[in-house]
């Protein structure tokens, strides 16, 4: 019997941080573009402040303060409505960061190698510019992260109570020992259920092409999910920082998001302005 309490050990940490992070996040998506990039302003500097610390560096100077800056301007240019310019700026100063890094390591050792701290540019910056470009289309904006935030919290939501409820074969042991295949399927379900009765109440009809998108964001989620487990076993390390006390860091909340953003992008490219990411 001792084994079922602790099956659901980290159900308080999940629920508390979703109790915190989940309401604003919504309330930003629901007033609009500009507190929204407010809100995404304030999660990149902190998710850059932990990928920095995480690497053995200093946001405070460089090569560490490479990170921000990389991220923040290729973000400036997303705001100013000129998504392709910050991805090609995004791409140069991530080589920038990398060939800082490498002259300006930590003549101890303390720092990773500077392909790591260069990482932190694109997986950050490209989910930044993911997100706000998403929500800058005033027609479907509000929409789309709507969905896409709603299915990513499914998807995790669902593979962990599934996982837990029907246990069973591992998806990859030796980076993640808790996940499973029944989890895996259960997060699938659940991020395409979920995904149908959103599009039903915000635009009734495809709810069969929004379950297929669905799909693709929930395993998106999950591979980002099982990304930021191999990073963490890679810096050895339990949780990217305690930023959230008790609760790990936000690189460990957001990591679904963080893989799944991008490919929302992308679907919103191909179907043009003003069209929800299931039409």
Not at 28 to 40: D, R, S, V
Request: positive net charge; charged residues 15%.
């Amino acid at each position: 019997m001792a084994a079922e309490p602790k099956r659901w050990r980290d159900l308080r940490k999940r629920f508390l941080s979703a109790l915190v992070l989940g309401p604003s996040a919504l309330a930003c998506i629901w007033l609009g573009a500009e507190p929204w990039t407010m809100l995404i302003a304030i999660a990149a500097a902190l998710l850059s402040w932990e990928w920095v610390h995480l690497c053995g560096y200093r946001t405070r100077a460089l090569p560490g303060l490479a990170v921000p800056v990389a991220v923040f301007a290729a973000g400036t240019l997303a705001v100013a409505e000129q998504p392709r310019a910050a991805l090609v700026l995004l791409l140069m100063l991530w080589v920038v960061a990398w060939w800082t890094a490498d002259r300006g390591r930590d003549v101890d050792g303390r720092g990773q190698p500077a392909g790591w701290l260069a990482a932190g540019v694109l997986y950050i910056g490209l989910a930044g510019i993911a997100l706000i470009e998403l929500r800058h289309d005033n027609a479907a904006g509000q929409a789309n992260v709507l969905f896409l935030f709603l299915v990513v919290w499914a998807s995790d939501i669902g593979a962990y109570m599934a996982g837990r409820m029907f246990g069973g074969p591992k998806i990859a042991p030796s980076v993640s020992p808790n996940k499973t295949w029944s989890g895996a399927v259960g997060g699938l379900a659940a991020a395409m259920l979920v995904g149908a009765a959103t599009a039903m109440l915000l635009a009734p009809g495809g709810a069969v092409r929004a379950a297929a998108v669905a799909a693709m964001l929930g395993v998106m989620a999950q591979a980002g999910d099982l990304l930021e487990s191999w990073i963490k076993r890679r810096f050895e390390v339990k949780d990217t920082s305690a930023l959230i006390p008790g609760h790990g860091g936000l690189l460990d909340r957001l990591d679904g998001v963080l893989a799944a953003a991008p490919l929302a992008a992308l679907l919103a490219l191909a179907l043009g302005r003003g069209q929800p990411l299931w039409w």
